[in-house]
């Protein structure tokens, strides 16, 4: 897997005819036909083994899609919104009649970390055409940077490896999410499907929280949600212990 | 509805958007940076402390709650693994046989 990997990526450090080595990250979009597909094509397989891992979430957020909307609604959402948490919790919410501005504030509370991470994106694509740029946004998920940023440490920024990275995700949640909302309430309930939305919490929490001191204020939400889930609903409980702790963190760093 | 979808579509690109395009340009005082470097975690912990304690309006912290035993060898999974499918795997297998059973 390894070497096979490396040799896709042999073709970035030769100089096209219209990038010399000099300006190596302008030549990402440069490079003849051939190099730019094999670069593409890297960042998909690379990431096929986390594409697997996000089937049975994709899944189970079409069977509760299933519940509340139809069939081009729950796809238009995958198609446009394309963020797996947000799309399972505004699905859950409006599966239970909630209103529009919670199911709103709530789903962008939850990609605010997407504002992070296209943010510490902008260095290793700074070079790419300005009309791609919203192609590179649309494409972003925790999964495909996460497997973008592990290669580009290894060998250098490719803005081609990580759209095709982006691709993979898409391909692969376009497809789960369109299966489970035909198939899956047929599906047998003893799969643990009900459990695809707290598994990939727990994965994705484990997979950003590092330190001790995220841990800290994770922990802390999680208890202030709790207290305050009798007093409001839990998209509300949600934003509100996250208001609270994340600015009780700033502070207590700031003040010690 | 698919205004909903629509506004939560838009709200999500221009997150997505934004500071790829604006970066370059200005960058965020360090506080703001700090807030929101402890969002994602927090977002997801107050999510996930709801799903696993509570079931519906009710507070649920029972060894009979399917939800919260599974709970146990999934962080146990991911905290050795770090690997997202084997932790979905495991705790969607966890809460199938305890469902069975409970």
Same mark, same amino acid.
Request: aromatic share 8%.
């Given at each position: 897997?390894?070497?096979?990997?490396?040799?896709?990526?042999?073709?970035?450090?030769?100089?096209?005819?219209?990038?010399?080595?000099?300006?190596?990250?302008?030549?990402?979009?440069?490079?003849?036909?051939?190099?730019?597909?094999?670069?593409?094509?890297?960042?998909?397989?690379?990431?096929?083994?986390?594409?697997?891992?996000?089937?049975?979430?994709?899944?189970?957020?079409?069977?509760?899609?299933?519940?509340?909307?139809?069939?081009?609604?729950? +796809?238009?959402?995958?198609?446009?919104?394309?963020?797996?948490?947000?799309?399972?919790?505004?699905?859950?919410?409006?599966?239970?009649?909630?209103?529009?501005?919670?199911?709103?504030?709530?789903?962008?509370?939850?990609?605010?970390?997407?504002?992070?991470?296209?943010?510490?994106?902008?260095?290793?694509?700074?070079?790419?055409?300005?009309?791609?740029?919203?192609?590179?946004?649309?494409?972003?998920?925790?999964?495909?940077?996460?497997?973008?940023?592990?290669?580009? +440490?290894?060998?250098?920024?490719?803005?081609?490896?990580?759209?095709?990275?982006?691709?993979?995700?898409?391909?692969?949640? +376009?497809?789960?999410?369109?299966?489970?909302?035909?198939?899956?309430?047929?599906?047998?309930?003893?799969?643990?499907?009900?459990?695809?939305?707290?598994?990939?919490?727990?994965?994705?929490?484990?997979?950003?929280?590092?330190?001790?001191?995220?841990?800290?204020?994770?922990?802390?939400?999680?208890?202030?949600?709790?207290?305050?889930?009798?007093?409001?609903?839990?998209?509300?409980?949600?934003?509100?212990?996250?208001?609270?702790?994340?600015?009780?963190?700033?502070?207590?760093?700031?003040?010690? | 509805?698919?205004?909903?979808?629509?506004?939560?579509?838009?709200?999500?690109?221009?997150?997505?958007?934004?500071?790829?395009?604006?970066?370059?340009?200005?960058?965020?005082?360090?506080?703001?940076?700090?807030?929101?470097?402890?969002?994602?975690?927090?977002?997801?912990?107050?999510?996930?402390?709801?799903?696993?304690?509570?079931?519906?309006?009710?507070?649920?912290?029972?060894?009979?709650?399917?939800?919260?035993?599974?709970?146990?060898?999934?962080?146990?999974?991911?905290?050795?693994?770090?690997?997202?499918?084997?932790?979905?795997?495991?705790?969607?297998?966890?809460?199938?046989?305890?469902?069975?059973?409970?």
């Amino acid at each position: 897997m390894m070497g096979r990997h490396h040799g896709f990526l042999t073709g970035r450090r030769q100089p096209s005819t219209l990038a010399p080595m000099s300006t190596q990250e302008v030549s990402v979009f440069d490079a003849p036909r051939p190099t730019r597909l094999r670069r593409g094509w890297g960042g998909f397989r690379a990431t096929l083994p986390v594409a697997l891992g996000v089937v049975p979430f994709g899944v189970a957020y079409g069977a509760v899609a299933a519940r509340s909307m139809a069939l081009g609604q729950s +796809q238009l959402m995958s198609l446009t919104v394309f963020a797996g948490t947000a799309q399972f919790i505004a699905a859950s919410m409006l599966a239970e009649g909630a209103a529009y501005l919670p199911v709103l504030v709530t789903g962008v509370l939850i990609n605010l970390r997407l504002a992070l991470l296209s943010a510490a994106l902008t260095p290793h694509v700074r070079r790419v055409p300005t009309a791609t740029r919203p192609l590179l946004a649309q494409m972003l998920t925790d999964e495909s940077f996460a497997v973008s940023m592990a290669s580009f +440490q290894r060998d250098g920024p490719d803005a081609l490896f990580y759209l095709g990275s982006g691709l993979c995700i898409y391909a692969f949640w +376009q497809a789960a999410t369109a299966l489970g909302y035909l198939f899956g309430a047929g599906l047998p309930g003893g799969l643990g499907l009900d459990y695809a939305l707290p598994a990939s919490l727990v994965a994705l929490l484990f997979l950003l929280v590092r330190e001790r001191r995220t841990a800290m204020v994770a922990g802390l939400a999680a208890a202030a949600a709790v207290l305050l889930r009798p007093l409001v609903s839990g998209a509300w409980a949600t934003l509100l212990a996250t208001l609270l702790v994340c600015t009780v963190g700033v502070v207590a760093r700031r003040w010690r | 509805m698919t205004l909903t979808i629509l506004g939560l579509a838009l709200a999500t690109f221009l997150l997505r958007y934004l500071p790829l395009a604006a970066l370059s340009r200005t960058t965020l005082p360090p506080w703001a940076e700090d807030w929101l470097r402890l969002v994602p975690g927090a977002v997801l912990a107050a999510s996930l402390a709801q799903a696993l304690l509570y079931s519906g309006d009710a507070l649920r912290i029972a060894w009979d709650n399917p939800n919260l035993l599974a709970a146990l060898p999934t962080f146990l999974v991911a905290w050795r693994t770090r690997s997202v499918l084997r932790t979905m795997l495991t705790g969607m297998a966890c809460y199938a046989l305890l469902t069975a059973v409970l």
